[in-house]
Every structure is written in structure tokens, then in C-alpha cells.
């Protein structure tokens, strides 16, 4: 049995709806990693320092504390007093396991030292021994 | 008059996708740019034993005290003054030399945060290996 061919068209077709897929893929990707990096880390001008250390990429039991400018202590947006930090801190380590809890304070560089002090303390108190603080590169750090 | 319609337009509407191109791409580099403009965020050890808690040396630490309100010197590493971060480092670094003892970082008058985080970073530039915060004088 003979087939007609189809003639093509001059010049050649790209077909491009692949290629918009494939952006609009990367949009949504570059959208959703920028919303969820934000979900529990505050804008606060971190403190400079010149002996910072990369942490490691995979932020699995790691429990990040804000502390604003007004010296606010605020986990996951949600604002708390020290008291009520106590009690997320001693909940978490006992979920995950003091041994592999890392707490990870982003502090403000203007922010008042007490409540900071009060942070540290009740990691202190729930046996919490790997405390970080989150710096910026000093300009002059090498 | 009667004007002559042009020619019939073909049976499937075409849509331009140039523009869109041009929007989609505008919006990848965009975010490929704001996420990679980014200052990287590092981090340091911090430690605050509980109080009751730390253990007894054997030798004095070294001390060093971060003063609020204190333009002139905001640290004062073993009762001395120091106006810069500098001159803290150099400070400790001179002590550093004689023995790895631990260091001590003390809060007065409620200083600010980045304060005590610089003096904490001294601590390590000048290689000291025991650094922790004291919880004297803060209010509960």
C-alpha cells in the first residue's frame, strides 16, 4: 500500500512548547524555593564576623530562632516569649533527639543581648550543646 | 462605497507567543539574579552554660566584658579597655600565646547583640578553642 507523503512547508518549524514548559517549570521552582527558604527566617541584619563557617546544606533538624531588632524572639513568624521558647526547645529536642537538634539564632545586630542571653539559656537548659549563631562575611574577613 | 472585505482570516486564530517569550524569560533572570545576589549567611558556635552547671577550673579564665554605652571601649578583655575589635584581637591573641585557657564573654548594662558576637568572633580569630557566654548580670 502506498502512502501519499505530506509535503512540508518551506523552512523548518521549531516547535517551542517544549522550551515555555520547561521555563515556566524553572519560574515556578525559583518561586517556590524563594517562598520556602523564607518560611521561618526573618529580615534582620545579621552581625559580622570573620571566622563564620558554612553550614551544611541540608537543614534537617535544625530549628531556627529570630530575634528582632526590638528584641522579639520569633520561631517559624510566629512571635513568643522566652518562656513559651522554653517549651518549643524542650519539645523539639525531645522529638528529634537532643544529640542531633542544632539551634540556629539570627539575632539582629542592634537587637538587646537579654533576650538573646534567654535564647542561649533555654537551649542550656534543654541539654541543647550545638548553639549557632548566624553571621554575615566582614567585609575584611578573608 | 462599498469596500471589499480582505481576505477571510484562516480558520484557526493565531496567538502571538512572541511577548510571552520575552515576559518569561524577563521573569527567569530576574529570579535567577535575586536569588544569587543573596548575602550568604555563615555561622559560628555559641555556647552558654547553665548556670550551676560549669565546671570548675583549674585556672582563671580570661574575661571579657562587653559594655553598653560605652563608646570608648565597648569590650574590656581582663579589666582592660578596648576601643576597637582590633585591639581586642591583638589582646587576645597576646594572651592566646601564654595558654589556651578558656574565655568567658559577660554582658553589661544589657549590650547589643552584634557586640557580644563580635567579641565572640575575636575569641575565635585569635584561636582561642572555649568560648561561652556567661549568663551574670542578665536579667531573667
Same mark, same amino acid.
Given at each position: 500500500m502506498k502512502l501519499?507523503?505530506?509535503?512540508?512547508? !518551506?523552512? *523548518?518549524?521549531?516547535?517551542?512548547?517544549? @522550551?515555555?514548559?520547561?521555563?515556566?517549570? %524553572?519560574?515556578?521552582? !525559583?518561586? *517556590?524555593?524563594?517562598?520556602?527558604?523564607? @518560611?521561618?527566617?526573618?529580615?534582620?541584619? %545579621?552581625?559580622?564576623?570573620r571566622k563564620g563557617k558554612q553550614p551544611p546544606e541540608l537543614a534537617v533538624g535544625r530549628l531556627v530562632v529570630n530575634l528582632r531588632t526590638d528584641g522579639t524572639i520569633v520561631v517559624g513568624r510566629t512571635p513568643c516569649t522566652p518562656e513559651r521558647l522554653r517549651a518549643i526547645v524542650a519539645r523539639e529536642a525531645r522529638t528529634r533527639g537532643d544529640a542531633e537538634l542544632t539551634v540556629l539564632v539570627r539575632g539582629d545586630r542592634d537587637a538587646?543581648?537579654?533576650?538573646?542571653?534567654?535564647?542561649?539559656?533555654?537551649?542550656?537548659?534543654?541539654?541543647?550543646?550545638?548553639?549557632?549563631?548566624?553571621?554575615?562575611?566582614?567585609?575584611d574577613a578573608p | 462605497m462599498l469596500l471589499t472585505r480582505?481576505?477571510?482570516?484562516?480558520s484557526a486564530p493565531e496567538l502571538s507567543i512572541a511577548p510571552m517569550i520575552d515576559v518569561v524569560f524577563l521573569l527567569l533572570i530576574f529570579f535567577m539574579c535575586t536569588t544569587s545576589f543573596r548575602k550568604l549567611e555563615k555561622d559560628v558556635p555559641a555556647h552558654?552554660?547553665?548556670?550551676?552547671?560549669?565546671?570548675?577550673?583549674d585556672f582563671d579564665p580570661v574575661r571579657i566584658l562587653v559594655v553598653a554605652r560605652d563608646p570608648?571601649?565597648?569590650?574590656?578583655?581582663?579589666?582592660?579597655?578596648?576601643?576597637?575589635?582590633?585591639?581586642?584581637v591583638a589582646r587576645l591573641r597576646a594572651l592566646r600565646s601564654i595558654a589556651d585557657v578558656p574565655v568567658v564573654i559577660?554582658?553589661?548594662?544589657?549590650?547589643?547583640?552584634g557586640d557580644m558576637v563580635r567579641?565572640?568572633?575575636?575569641?575565635?580569630?585569635?584561636?582561642?578553642?572555649?568560648?561561652a557566654f556567661s549568663a551574670k548580670g542578665v536579667e531573667p
Amino acid at each position: 500500500m502506498k502512502l501519499a507523503k505530506r509535503q512540508r512547508p !518551506f523552512g *523548518t518549524d521549531i516547535n517551542i512548547a517544549p @522550551l515555555i514548559d520547561v521555563v515556566f517549570l %524553572l519560574i515556578i521552582f !525559583f518561586m *517556590t524555593v524563594s517562598q520556602m527558604t523564607k @518560611l521561618d527566617v526573618e529580615e534582620v541584619t %545579621l552581625p559580622e564576623a570573620r571566622k563564620g563557617k558554612q553550614p551544611p546544606e541540608l537543614a534537617v533538624g535544625r530549628l531556627v530562632v529570630n530575634l528582632r531588632t526590638d528584641g522579639t524572639i520569633v520561631v517559624g513568624r510566629t512571635p513568643c516569649t522566652p518562656e513559651r521558647l522554653r517549651a518549643i526547645v524542650a519539645r523539639e529536642a525531645r522529638t528529634r533527639g537532643d544529640a542531633e537538634l542544632t539551634v540556629l539564632v539570627r539575632g539582629d545586630r542592634d537587637a538587646p543581648w537579654n533576650p538573646a542571653a534567654a535564647i542561649l539559656r533555654a537551649c542550656a537548659q534543654a541539654r541543647i550543646h550545638r548553639v549557632r549563631v548566624a553571621v554575615i562575611d566582614a567585609p575584611d574577613a578573608p | 462605497m462599498l469596500l471589499t472585505r480582505q481576505s477571510r482570516r484562516s480558520s484557526a486564530p493565531e496567538l502571538s507567543i512572541a511577548p510571552m517569550i520575552d515576559v518569561v524569560f524577563l521573569l527567569l533572570i530576574f529570579f535567577m539574579c535575586t536569588t544569587s545576589f543573596r548575602k550568604l549567611e555563615k555561622d559560628v558556635p555559641a555556647h552558654m552554660p547553665e548556670v550551676g552547671r560549669g565546671r570548675q577550673q583549674d585556672f582563671d579564665p580570661v574575661r571579657i566584658l562587653v559594655v553598653a554605652r560605652d563608646p570608648a571601649s565597648p569590650w574590656r578583655c581582663n579589666d582592660q579597655g578596648c576601643p576597637t575589635v582590633d585591639v581586642l584581637v591583638a589582646r587576645l591573641r597576646a594572651l592566646r600565646s601564654i595558654a589556651d585557657v578558656p574565655v568567658v564573654i559577660e554582658g553589661r548594662k544589657n549590650p547589643k547583640f552584634g557586640d557580644m558576637v563580635r567579641a565572640l568572633d575575636a575569641c575565635y580569630q585569635a584561636d582561642f578553642h572555649r568560648v561561652a557566654f556567661s549568663a551574670k548580670g542578665v536579667e531573667p
